[in-house]
């Protein structure tokens, strides 16, 4: 039976983390493991920690930690993140949660932490191009739409720009980004288990790059 991988994806809104981690889900055969997913399933759905997480989004509050770490483990002891293993983007965003993602992953652990690095100028120019199915979150842009008036390809549902997609409120969100990362990446240097990688260019570019990074991690296990 082969290893399974565990991988997290930090970057900036706008670093391509969504796209990246498609891409190696598909890569390894493991699962993608998306807080943004997990929200909106929960979220629709009428479980106790769904109605939790919407009571403090439709307050307008950041959805408090515990919260979070329990929509996680919920995710991650379904079989296929609990055999095979994940890539995981949108978690961890602090030390908190990071150090308890260590506790449900043990006696397993996460094996390489990828911070995919972008400048600030380039995410700007990214997200102000952006626009999102409202049904399944995916990601498309001004450059590259949906096939078919701005309906996504995967689902159907309606594409369309974020309300929050403005540059003040980005400009603002990257910096609490920083505030919440800056010790995050330090403490998984101290384990060695962080990887930072260049995030700029095309997409398939950073993905070899990406790989690159990822299999030199495994061939030490």
């Given at each position: 039976m082969a290893l399974a991988t565990r991988l997290v994806i930090l970057g900036k809104q706008g670093a391509g983390k969504g796209t990246q981690a498609i891409r190696?889900?598909?890569?390894?055969?493991?699962?993608?493991?998306?807080t943004g997913d997990m929200f909106r399933v929960f979220m629709k759905g009428d479980s106790e920690i769904g109605r939790r997480a919407r009571k403090y989004v439709e307050a307008g509050d950041l959805v408090r930690d515990e919260v979070v770490n329990e929509m996680v483990r919920e995710r991650l002891t379904e079989l296929d993140a609990a055999d095979r293993g994940f890539v995981m983007e949108g978690?961890?965003?602090?030390?908190?949660?990071?150090?308890?993602?260590?506790?449900?992953l043990s006696p397993h652990h996460v094996d390489l932490v990828i911070e995919l690095n972008v400048p600030t100028g380039?995410?700007?120019?990214?997200?102000?191009s952006r626009r999102v199915?409202?049904?399944?979150?995916?990601n498309y842009s001004i450059d590259a739409p949906p096939?078919?008036?701005?309906?996504?390809?995967?689902?159907?549902?309606a594409v369309v720009q974020r309300e929050d997609d403005t540059e003040a409120v980005?400009?603002?969100?990257?910096?609490?980004?920083?505030?919440?990362?800056?010790?995050?990446?330090?403490w998984y240097l101290a384990t060695d288990r962080?990887?930072?990688v260049d995030g700029e260019g095309h997409p398939?570019?950073?993905?070899?790059?990406?790989?690159?990074?990822?299999?030199?991690?495994?061939a030490r296990r």
């Open positions: 190696l889900s598909e890569n390894f055969g493991v699962p993608r493991v998306s978690f961890p965003r602090n030390v908190a949660q990071a150090d308890a993602l260590d506790h449900m380039v995410v700007l120019k990214r997200l102000a199915c409202t049904v399944c979150g995916l096939k078919e008036n701005w309906s996504c390809d995967a689902c159907g549902g980005i400009t603002r969100r990257l910096d609490q980004y920083d505030k919440q990362t800056a010790p995050l990446v330090a962080l990887a930072a398939d570019t950073v993905t070899r790059r990406l790989l690159r990074a990822i299999e030199n991690r495994l």
